[in-house]
């Protein structure tokens, strides 16, 4: 069995155009995303946590992104996600 190089996943991506239509193609590209995503989260740990993650020595970090966070922070610095909301939740 050999690898997939260039000439085969140009095959397959052709293959995936003609099955789901050029509109479809952004929100399958979307919906894998958020799959790897939560996948990556539930992996590294970041799970559906309702409070920014602490430490010991009392510094918080962003239950999305993992970056730390400000003592008085409201929205990650990085992200933008609202602290202390659900990971996964919709921003607005």
Do not use: H, T, Y
Not at 20 to 47: D, H, M, Q, T, Y
Not at 65 to 89: I, M, N, T, W, Y
Request: hydrophobic share 40%; with cysteine; net charge positive.
């Amino acid at each position: 069995m050999g690898s997939l190089g260039w000439p085969e996943l140009l095959v397959v991506g052709l293959v995936v155009l003609v099955l789901f239509g050029a509109k479809k193609l952004p929100e399958i590209g979307r919906s894998f995303g958020k799959g790897l995503r939560e996948f990556k989260n539930s992996v590294s740990g970041l799970g559906e946590e309702s409070a920014p993650a602490a430490i010991g020595d009392g510094r918080k970090f962003c239950v999305q992104c993992g970056k730390p966070l400000g003592s008085d922070a409201r929205f990650c610095a990085q992200c933008g996600a609202k602290v202390g909301e659900p990971a996964g939740a919709a921003k607005s």
